[in-house]
């Protein structure tokens, strides 16, 4: 299940049930636009609270990007960030 805010951000709903993580949680690097491994991926093969790279954009399904990862901390784990603090492009 995906929470409002993250429905928000990634353009998915109930129909995210089922596809793979990396469907739709898709991150890029900001500068070259490449992917980037997954932390949360990166999180449950190794069991840790790992690091997360600056200058990461969420690709929300319908193309819009979002920085993911600003003003969230560095790592991959459960944080509260209010919505407003997020925005979205559509470049």
Known sequence: MLNHVARELTGWGDDAVGE?????????????????????????????????????????RDGRNCPSMTPAPRSAMPTAVSPASWWCSAT
């Open 20 to 60: 793979p993580l990396a469907n739709v949680f898709v991150i890029v690097n900001e500068l070259t636009r490449l992917p980037v491994e997954s932390p949360v991926e990166r999180v449950l093969r190794e069991g840790n609270v790992v690091g997360v790279a600056n200058h990461l954009i969420l690709r929300a």
